[in-house]
T-cell receptor, first 116, second 111 residues
Framework: SAVISQKPSRDICQRGTSLTIQCQVDSQVTMMFWYRQQPGQSLTLIATANQGSEATYESGFVIDKFPISRPNLTFSTLTVSNMSPEDSSIYLC?????????????FGQGTRLTVV | GNSVTQMEGPVTLSEEAFLTINCTYTATGYPSLFWYVQYPGEGLQLLLKATKADDKGSNKGFEATYRKETTSFHLEKGSVQVSDSAVYFCALKGGSYIPTFGRGTSLIVHP
């Protein structure tokens, strides 16, 4: 299994500012994932973060808006830049741990962001 | 592409009532199917899974059967408790390590 510590758990931010979310895993993992969970919506994958290389972003998400760092195999950060109220959401980090059959996803507790 | 459709919530039940949350999917090939639960203020946790047709996943009194003929993976529990109040997500993985999630169904259980 994997224990993921994510912080902050929540924040209220002014528009135009940036927030960096941290994700710490208790084991080394190759890939870490960042999701956005908007109210009443499914989880949307923002990007995949690999150690030692640039993150891979999904359609609709760009590095300038959501820069990601992955300095080692247990840690990653996601920054939400130049925030607007539309960025208000829950942001989740996740890892996939190998199992006998396939992999299992583990999630951090999420960061509830409100932009005012 | 892959997609997951689950019933809209909230689902509101009294304690000890029977629960069904419907989930249907669209995928090529033979995906693995999952139910995740998100308790208030927490991240998602795997509740149960099934990796092939007719498999039944079960955990904490919850069950779901992988029905390929109806492309469904409905979540059921015979007697819900207040502590089951949470948001439940149906998900699939088909040919990729990245899950495709449904929109989530909020369950509210009253004493």
């Amino acid at each position: 299994s994997a224990v993921i510590s994510q912080k902050p758990s929540r924040d209220i931010c002014q528009r135009g500012t940036s927030l960096t979310i941290q994700c710490q895993v208790d084991s080394q993992v190759t890939m870490m994932f960042w999701y956005r969970q908007q109210p009443g919506q499914s989880l949307t994958l923002i990007a995949t973060a690999n150690q030692g290389s640039e993150a891979t972003y999904e359609s609709g998400f760009v590095i300038d808006k959501f820069p990601i760092s992955r300095p080692n195999l247990t840690f990653s950060t996601l920054t939400v830049s130049n925030m607007s109220p539309e960025d208000s959401s829950i942001y989740l980090c996740s890892v996939e741990i190998p199992r006998t059959e396939g992999t299992e996803a583990f999630f951090g507790q999420g960061t509830r962001l409100t932009v005012v | 592409g892959n997609s997951v459709t689950q019933m809209e919530g909230p689902v509101t039940l009294s304690e000890e009532a029977f629960l069904t949350i419907n989930c249907t999917y669209t995928a090529t090939g033979y995906p693995s199917l999952f139910w995740y639960v998100q308790y208030p203020g927490e991240g998602l946790q795997l509740l149960l899974k099934a990796t092939k047709a007719d498999d039944k996943g079960s955990n904490k009194g919850f069950e779901a059967t992988y029905r390929k003929e109806t492309t469904s993976f409905h979540l059921e529990k015979g007697s819900v408790q207040v502590s089951d109040s949470a948001v439940y997500f149906c998900a699939l993985k088909g040919g990729s390590y990245i899950p495709t999630f449904g929109r989530g169904t909020s369950l509210i259980v009253h004493p």
